[in-house]
């Protein structure tokens, strides 16, 4: 006998919509679910949407996890050609962290697409590719080969990289030296009592990866508040249907992209430019940076670090998208991608890593009470299944009811059926105060 067999027709409705992610009332941002928004049709425009049309037939990895290398890619061949100032200089690097199932080799051929286009546009030479990176002084060896140097390290995964970092004494400087590299100084060192090592006008960006559950002990408060995270733009898609017979694409495919990234890279080498609004987007971004601010002062301190750094994000994708069409200013229409994309990711972050710091205790407790709370009332048997999918197990799953009856949060009830079974309802109790 299975599962759909003990379920009422109602039950089996819920358990369905759970499954799918639940629809429920419609919440802000302060009560926001574990449910992402649709990647954002605007941002596959002008040489984004050719990178799409050549690419994603190639592969079985995301399509938002093959913007974001398209993204990279742009950027490591604009480099410190185009800037914005807001109030310092920004500069199109990236830093990105692909969420999804541990082990999936989709993310290297994600990343071997970024390879092949910096190769087939004759930037792989300039860009050093570190991948495997185990310590500071590799990483700026590496950027002190020439000045303006520019970098693209990658670490298959984020927990390795976190792991070297609060490893050994001698690398413990990593992740502070990569948060300072994210913002492209004028020049960084290290010193060591052997030697020391200058870099001159660094350009670094940065690509892992990881499963949302795979790093959760490495990571801590310090890590949210410390700004680290917030540096990435953290990118989630749901992986295409298999395809048994992808090819990478051919030289044609490629032309179609690689002759217009490459009248691109020139005018901006022969232009090096600081990009500033024009009229209309420096009204839009005026609206939308105040109402960004004063939404965030509604936020918990968690979420306020997890999300400081996304109108940084926008401004920095605003630029792309702006250089890639030659503008000699940052359009409106640029813009508007930019923050859609950035809302986007802000969503990512906080499903992502809103939870880090909880015991698993707090983390089963929010998990349950939002699911409670989506639909207003759910049966137990229901609720208990839910929970079971997520890893929590029946005896937990027990102590956090009790624990949200106790504490006012929930109602529980119970009518017999007209099998005669006793059926308990889960009900949620909204906070009037």
């Not at 950035?342 to 698993?360: I, T």
Request: proline letters at 4%; aromatic letters at 8%; hydrophobic letters at 40%.
């Amino acid at each position: 006998m299975g599962l759909s067999d003990l379920l009422s027709e109602e039950q089996q409705e819920q358990l369905t919509d759970l499954a799918e992610g639940g629809t429920g009332e419609k919440r802000n941002r302060k009560d926001a679910e574990d449910q992402s928004k649709p990647f954002p049709e605007t941002a596959w425009t002008g040489l984004f949407a050719t990178w799409r049309e050549i690419v994603v037939p190639s592969t079985e990895a995301a399509p938002e996890n093959l913007w974001s290398m398209f993204l990279v890619a742009v950027g490591l061949m604009l480099g410190r050609n185009v800037w914005a100032i807001l109030p310092r200089e920004i500069y199109p690097n990236f830093f990105v962290l692909l969420t999804g199932r541990t082990g999936d080799p989709r993310k290297s051929t994600a990343l071997e697409l970024l390879k092949q286009t910096l190769k087939r546009i004759g930037e792989d030479q300039d860009v050093e590719v570190l991948t495997g990176l185990v310590s500071t002084e590799g990483l700026f060896e590496a950027l002190a080969k020439t000045e303006r140097k520019r970098a693209l390290v990658f670490s298959d995964e984020f927990r390795s990289l976190l792991c070297i970092a609060k490893g050994r004494k001698a690398t413990q400087d990593l992740l502070p030296k990569l948060n300072s590299l994210y913002s492209c100084p004028d020049f960084d060192s290290i010193n060591r009592k052997e030697r020391s090592t200058r870099i001159v006008e660094p350009f670094v960006s940065l690509v892992t990866a990881t499963a949302r559950e795979y790093v959760e002990d490495l990571l801590g408060n310090l890590d949210v508040v410390g700004g680290m995270l917030n540096r990435f733009i953290i990118v989630e898609g749901k992986t295409q249907p298999p395809k048994p017979f992808a090819k990478f694409p051919s030289p044609e495919h490629w032309g179609k992209l690689t002759g217009p990234l490459c009248k691109v890279r020139d005018y901006w080498k022969a232009n090096p430019s600081c990009l500033e609004f024009d009229s209309r987007a420096h009204d839009l971004w005026g609206e939308w940076y105040i109402a960004w601010k004063k939404e965030r002062d509604e936020l918990d301190p968690k979420r306020r670090d997890l999300t400081a750094r996304t109108s940084e994000h926008v401004l920095k994708i605003s630029l792309v998208y702006s250089a890639l069409a030659q503008e000699r200013e940052i359009s409106a229409r640029s813009l508007i991608t930019g923050i859609k994309i950035g809302e986007w990711l802000e969503g990512n972050v906080l499903r992502a890593f809103e939870d880090v710091g909880l015991d698993s205790f707090s983390k089963a407790e929010k998990l349950i009470l939002s699911k409670i709370r989506s639909k207003g009332r759910l049966f137990r048997r229901v609720l208990q299944q839910a929970a079971g999918a997520r890893g929590i197990n029946a005896r937990m799953f027990g102590d956090v009811l009790k624990t949200l009856h106790e504490n006012g949060h929930i109602k529980i009830t119970g009518d017999k059926a007209l099998s005669g079974q006793k059926t308990i309802l889960v009900e949620y109790v909204a906070d009037n105060t």
